[in-house]
């Protein structure tokens, strides 16, 4: 058993990849502390040809994954292969905030709502959201802007969420789109993309 209780964002995937190119085990089971983490290990052993499924041990989740030679395996990135409907360019938009810009910040909030429904007009350039610091809190039940988002998502566009931010503000359980993240696919995302917006 791989313990990684205690070990910050990204720590417990990177183990566990390590772990799988030393051993290439039929099983393994990773330990965490956090159901961020336990949400990221998972997502990774899935693209890694394991079938996971995760136990909740008091305040800790036990991650077990069993290699299963039906599920496909990615090409060695932590995030899922990139898929674009026109075969262009790569376009990822970096989101830090749940505002746009300093001063008053419920223009800013709007702002950001103005944008994030505009960003469909980029087309099949859009690659791929990444959602950090309080940018998370636009992915979460009661957010104004989840319609965008879902409408994103639907034609497409690949939605990560930061789970040690969901965690910081006690949002995990209210994350209504995009996938659960870490920063090894935050960083993975930044160098594979194209052109990286930061808003």
């Keep these: 058993m791989l313990d990684c209780r205690g070990l910050a964002c990204p720590q417990p995937v990177m183990r566990t990849r390590d772990l799988l190119a030393a051993e290439s085990p039929e099983r393994v089971e990773v330990l965490v502390d956090n159901e961020a983490a336990s949400q990221n290990v998972s997502r990774f052993l899935n693209s890694q040809g394991y079938r996971a499924e995760v136990e909740r041990r008091g305040s800790d989740y036990l991650v077990r994954g ?56 980029m087309g099949g350039e859009l690659w791929r959201l990444i959602f950090v610091n309080s940018g998370v ?56 993309a194209d052109q990286v917006i930061t808003v």
């Design 66 to 121: 069993v290699r299963d030679a039906q599920m496909p395996v990615s090409s060695g990135e932590p995030v899922e292969a990139y898929s674009c409907a026109t075969g262009g360019r790569r376009i990822l938009v970096f989101v830090t905030a749940d505002h746009i810009g300093r001063g008053d910040e419920a223009l800013g909030r709007g702002l950001m709502k103005n944008f994030l429904l505009t960003l469909k007009e």
């Design 137 to 192: 809190k636009l992915c979460v039940r009661g957010s104004e802007s989840l319609e965008a988002l879902r409408e994103l998502e639907s034609s497409g566009v690949s939605i990560l969420v930061c789970g040690t931010c969901l965690n910081h503000f006690g949002l995990l359980e209210s994350k209504e789109v995009g996938e659960t993240t870490n920063m090894l696919d935050v960083v993975t995302s930044l160098q594979t």
